[in-house]
């Protein structure tokens, strides 16, 4: 059962996670981007994805739903990334979901990982993943 079917008021889990879509997204696309903005501090936080370096957001939405990824489709977008490091206007994509049941957001996040490392060696650096012993 998806939140929404609940019938129970929605309650922020965080300033950037304002509903369950975002919820949804959050868990994929917030893994392997600390070298780009996932849209906070914007209308849109986890909807979108994108950088200053990335000034071609269509090659780079057409590279993502060429991989065929299931539930999601990926459209080029321009906004002002944050945080307010990125001064400049960038490129990216928005996330647009179209089937819940079919995405795998984790999925997601290491495909669009997987592709801004391969577009942008040298400005995109995915997050360290720790280990713990």
């Given at each position: 059962m998806w939140f929404d079917q609940t019938g129970l008021p929605w309650v922020n889990p965080s300033p950037n996670i304002r509903s369950p879509l975002e919820a949804l997204l959050y868990s994929g696309v917030g893994l392997p981007n600390d070298q780009s903005s996932?849209?906070?501090?914007?209308?849109?936080?986890?909807?979108?994805?994108?950088?200053?370096?990335?000034?071609?957001?269509?090659?780079?939405?057409?590279?993502?739903?060429?991989?065929?990824l299931a539930g999601v489709l990926f459209q080029p977008v321009n906004f002002q990334p944050r945080p307010?490091?990125?001064?400049s206007d960038g490129g990216g994509v928005r996330l647009v979901v179209t089937d819940r049941e079919a995405i795998r957001p984790v999925s997601v996040g290491l495909a669009?990982?997987?592709?801004?490392?391969?577009?942008?060696?040298a400005q995109f650096r995915?997050?360290?993943?720790?280990?713990?012993?």
């Amino acid at each position: 059962m998806w939140f929404d079917q609940t019938g129970l008021p929605w309650v922020n889990p965080s300033p950037n996670i304002r509903s369950p879509l975002e919820a949804l997204l959050y868990s994929g696309v917030g893994l392997p981007n600390d070298q780009s903005s996932v849209g906070r501090g914007t209308d849109t936080p986890f909807e979108v994805v994108g950088a200053p370096w990335n000034q071609h957001p269509a090659g780079l939405a057409d590279a993502l739903n060429a991989l065929g990824l299931a539930g999601v489709l990926f459209q080029p977008v321009n906004f002002q990334p944050r945080p307010v490091s990125m001064r400049s206007d960038g490129g990216g994509v928005r996330l647009v979901v179209t089937d819940r049941e079919a995405i795998r957001p984790v999925s997601v996040g290491l495909a669009l990982g997987r592709l801004l490392l391969d577009r942008y060696p040298a400005q995109f650096r995915p997050a360290a993943i720790r280990t713990f012993s």
